[in-house]
């Protein structure tokens, strides 16, 4: 990605809530589409919260979902958008943006972990 | 501007990072997945001896190999949850061992080639096996390699 085609440092109300961003956090990793299952896990979130969550992020344009079974079971995959990486790297960008901002009392915070990579994701 | 603390902003990457290592670890290959890409590389390193004695024997063995290699790829999605896709050009730590893999076959091919066209048929056999070893170990390689650019989120858009 050259810097022209970075996308912009902005908060993105859609993903801001923890859940949702850990939803397209997972989803921005680098996996083609990853499955229900997998993602609640990862996640650590239950099958409604999931569900309800997925959908919102599907109306709003930025995940994909796509529909399947293995024998009777039914599968649901999911992957993001294109515009939903988009604004995934510009909340991302934002975050780092935020974490770097150090205010009095916080900051030099020696045993907070560096954000790593996410701004290549 | 949204007003923010800091240490909240970097406790939420640090927690999308924890999740990705969390899922990039359901990627760990099955034996199964481990034995059916193993027999795929023996077929495919079986090709230049059974073609000097088979008529067809490329095509088919082709055909087979590539049914096994998208058969096991789809497996592992389903166990795993997590879907690779069919091309893996995305994941930059894999590159080397896709080099690596892509001179093992043409190295793997001219030799027993050569062996076989010079009779030595049992030491062809050998680099087969020897060939068959290497790739599989560069398919875990690649396989590694991949896991360790989801556990990191570095992957070329």
Redesign the interface.
């Known amino acids: 990605?050259t810097p022209a085609?970075k996308p912009a440092a902005a908060?993105d109300p859609v993903i801001h809530p923890?859940t949702r961003?850990?939803i397209c956090?997972?989803l921005?990793?680098?996996?083609?589409?990853?499955?229900?299952?997998?993602?609640r896990?990862?996640?650590?979130i239950s099958d409604s919260l999931l569900s309800k969550q997925t959908r919102f992020l599907e109306e709003a344009g930025y995940v994909e979902v796509r529909k399947g079974a293995?024998g009777r079971r039914p599968?649901t995959?999911f992957r993001l958008t294109p515009g939903g990486?988009k604004a995934f790297q510009g909340h991302?960008a934002w975050?780092?943006q935020?974490?770097?901002?150090?205010?009095e009392g916080?900051?030099g915070?020696a045993a907070?972990?560096?954000?790593?990579?996410?701004a290549?994701? | 501007m949204v007003m923010r603390d800091s240490t909240e902003s970097v406790a939420e990457l640090e927690l999308l990072r924890a999740q990705r290592a969390q899922l990039a670890s359901r990627l760990k290959t099955p034996w199964w997945y481990v034995a059916v890409m193993a027999f795929g590389w023996a077929v495919a390193f079986a090709m230049p001896i059974g073609s000097r004695y088979l008529t067809g024997a490329t095509l088919g063995g082709s055909v087979l190999v590539i049914v096994v290699w998208i058969l096991a790829q789809r497996a592992l999605a389903r166990v795993s949850g997590v879907d690779l896709g069919m091309g893996t050009r995305q994941y930059p730590s894999s590159r080397p061992w896709t080099f690596a893999i892509v001179a093992i076959i043409f190295a793997g091919d001219a030799a027993e080639s050569l062996l076989v066209e010079h009779r030595l048929l049992a030491a062809a056999i050998a680099v087969g096996v020897l060939a068959t070893v290497a790739g599989t170990g560069c398919w875990q390689g690649h396989l590694r390699a991949v896991r360790r650019d989801l556990e990191a989120g570095r992957v070329a858009a």
Do not use: T, Y
């Open positions: 990605m085609d908060l923890i961003l850990s956090g997972l921005a990793s680098g996996a083609e589409w990853v499955e229900f299952a997998a993602l896990d990862a996640a650590g293995v599968r995959w990486r991302v975050l780092q935020a974490a770097r901002v150090s205010p916080a900051g915070d907070a972990p560096a954000p790593r990579a996410l290549e994701s």
